[in-house]
């Protein structure tokens, strides 16, 4: 009797073994760093589809058809369950700065924002595919003729059956209704900058095939106004909310639109690096006559960069002029020093120089 419990418990912990082994390999089958997805279709007819490659890292590479090439996106993606977000950093002909993948299995995707050769709901899979890609029509198979007395006996039938179909009104039933339950969305809180156009809001009628029809409305459309279709294209900074509604089921989803450009070009900015003494925190001053001051934190020590900025499509590029206190440091060499305006009191510098790197934030001084 021992020997029998002894048995059915190791096979108890065979199973259990067995059964968390299947979990974890589900679960690490979503790991999508390595991977490159391709669109199946491709909307300008381009001998190479839009592609997005992931990075280990966590850095991604959106190669997107467009009129004329392709524009290519770059960023931080970040899985959370079976949904994939690409923060972009870079993209210099789409003005979007998040796009989401639905993840179906390991080697599947489901965009659910609308860029320019790809669209949401394209799919996007491991399998590379080339050419213009179309909805393939169904192939017909060739039929020899038959005799022509014959072909005219058939042609009667069928044409007697239309006739019976159409006489028999009692066959014809109206169509089910398929009321609407619930409305979901992604997130429930949107940003994105001005002018960017065709937001995908990823809001869904439950159950998706009911038949009461979805509809949108935006509470200030001098923030941003939306389409039939769920789309929000920003206006002009400032926030508002916009309600979808289907049936008698309501969703309000949150909106607010940032501005491209600082709120004062003339500002003080400065850095909150990590054990860094804040007498020695980077720091960069904008004057309104079009001047720059950055001040380097070169190992415990400041050393100034001077020259000249313009503000265009939501960056600062400065053009370094007076390098000369940098000589022995990295980023003696730097002409340009680029920033990426984040909000109104905040940038992102886009340039290494010695302390300061791609990626440090620096806010409006106090």
Wanted: glycine share 6%; charged share 30%.
């Amino acid at each position: 009797m021992k020997k029998k419990l002894l048995i059915l418990f190791v096979m108890i912990l065979c199973l259990s073994a067995c059964t968390k082994k299947e979990k974890e390999e589900e679960k690490a089958s979503f790991d999508l760093g390595g991977n490159t997805y391709y669109n199946s279709v491709d909307n300008y007819g381009h001998e190479d589809h839009s592609k997005v490659w992931f990075g280990k890292d966590g850095s991604f590479v959106f190669t997107d058809s467009y009129t004329d090439g392709y524009n290519e996106l770059s960023g931080k993606w970040e899985l959370n369950e079976n949904v994939c977000a690409l923060d972009v950093e870079e993209g210099n002909k789409e003005t979007v700065s998040k796009i989401i993948f639905e993840v179906l299995d390991k080697d599947t995707l489901k965009l659910r924002t609308s860029l320019s050769g790809s669209r949401s709901e394209d799919l996007f899979s491991t399998i590379e595919v080339k050419g213009s890609s179309v909805t393939p029509k169904e192939e017909t198979t060739p039929v020899t003729p038959e005799d022509p007395k014959t072909d005219t006996k058939e042609e009667e039938k069928k044409d007697e059956k239309k006739e019976e179909k159409k006489d028999d009104t009692s066959a014809v039933t109206p169509a089910e209704k398929i009321p609407c339950t619930g409305i979901t969305s992604l997130y429930r809180n949107y940003w994105s900058y001005e002018n960017e156009r065709n937001w995908d809001l990823e809001i869904r009628p439950v159950p998706e095939n009911t038949t009461d029809k979805i509809s949108f409305k935006s509470s200030d459309e001098n923030v941003v106004k939306v389409d039939d279709q769920g789309r929000a294209s920003a206006v002009a900074p400032g926030k508002a909310t916009i309600t979808a509604t289907c049936g008698d089921q309501k969703l309000t989803v949150n909106y607010e639109v940032r501005s491209k450009t600082a709120a004062a070009s003339a500002a003080t900015y400065k850095a909150k690096i990590k054990d860094v003494n804040d007498a020695y925190q980077p720091s960069v001053s904008f004057d309104p006559t079009g001047s720059f001051v950055f001040t380097e934190n070169v190992y415990a020590g400041l050393a100034q960069i001077k020259g000249t900025y313009k503000i265009e499509d939501g960056r600062y590029y400065c053009t370094v002029t007076d390098n000369s206190q940098m000589l022995g440091f990295a980023g003696q060499d730097v002409k340009q020093i680029v920033f990426k305006v984040v909000d109104e009191k905040t940038i992102k510098l886009k340039t290494d120089l010695c302390m300061s790197t791609n990626g440090v934030l620096f806010y409006i001084a106090d």
